[in-house]
């Protein structure tokens, strides 16, 4: 999602890790077990380490927040609806529509009102929580 700054350290690191995997290769294959091993750690480290950062992440910040009247907590309980000029609209399983809108700060989850207009509902920037979006300002 932000390709520009985020994916240059992801390829150093992806570089970083093949080229201890492939030192660990040579160890191994040349008879060094144990510097092997030890490189083979050293390499699997970071990987596992990213993925465990990802799973922890996603738990601590559902794909979507909690809907307004408390009852739909999961991703699973929203249904895609259609994709609007402000974003994708969801609807949870209360009936209750709304629009998730990707801006440059923060993502949005707005509540769609039944006249069709939108009301801030709750708000999240980058690596952050979701948290209630008082007035659609970005701060
Ligand atoms: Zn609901």
New binding site residues.
Partial sequence: MNGRVTLRPVVTCFLVVACVFFAADIALKSGHRTLGTVLFLVAAAPVLGGCLVIIVYDALVPALPV??????RKFK?YTYVRESHDGVIYR?????EYVERRDKDAVRFMEVCSDGSVRPYMKHKRWGRWTPDAAGNSD
Avoid at 67 to 72: A, E, K, L, M, N
Avoid at 92 to 96: F, Q
């Fill in positions: 809907c307004g009247s408390g009852r739909c309980h949870c399983r209360c009936g209750t």
